[in-house]
């Protein structure tokens, strides 16, 4: 199995790419990665919880599908063991829409007959991203009062699994 590029590859956000050709068919991407994100809303959907956390990102950045995946298994794990399903909701605010490409290069023996260098350098998709603006909500968290600190320690866990740092907001829900 192939291993993922380093994060540092595709963390800045500048504006991507856009391929413009006379041919339409190498304008643009033409398949959609999944997305490693298994959903999106957890935990109970209809009750009215008093207080609401929003954990907030303090720079500017991509965050891969798989990092947000991680981040919300871990924070569903600790909620579900102490609260259970009805305790809480939980919603992923940031969509991984932005596709992430890669330019395949060769390297090592004979890596002349398979490498293209930068002829038909367009990249192939290899996964999918959220972009990211500074203060921007990633995760919103809602609870009943007398559960605010397992929140607080499962947006904390959430917050190890991004690759940025994090700000949490806690408000009244009234």
Excluded at 78 to 106: D, S
Excluded at 122 to 143: D, E, M, Y
Excluded at 151 to 167: F, G, I, M, N, W
Aim: proline share 4%; charged share 25%; with cysteine.
């Amino acid at each position: 199995m192939a291993r993922i590029r380093k994060w540092v590859s595709y963390r800045r956000l500048e504006r991507p790419y856009t391929r413009i050709s006379k041919f339409k068919a190498k304008s643009f991407i033409r398949t959609t990665p999944h997305v490693h994100v298994v959903t999106f809303e957890m935990g109970n959907l209809k009750k009215k919880f008093s207080h609401i956390l929003h954990l907030n990102s303090d720079s500017d950045l991509q965050i891969r599908d798989n990092a947000l995946e991680s981040a919300r298994e871990t924070s569903n794990r600790l909620l579900e063991k102490n609260l259970g399903i009805n305790g809480f909701r939980m919603q992923i605010a940031a969509y991984p829409h932005h596709i992430l490409r890669e330019n395949p290069l060769a390297s090592g023996a004979g890596a002349d007959r398979f490498s293209t260098g930068m002829q038909r350098s367009f990249g192939k998709p290899i996964g999918s991203a959220a972009r990211i603006h500074k203060g921007q909500t990633l995760f919103r968290l809602w609870v009943d009062k007398p559960n605010l600190a397992i929140a607080q320690k499962a947006l904390r866990r959430v917050a190890t699994k991004l690759p940025c740092s994090c700000s949490l907001l806690i408000m009244d829900n009234a």
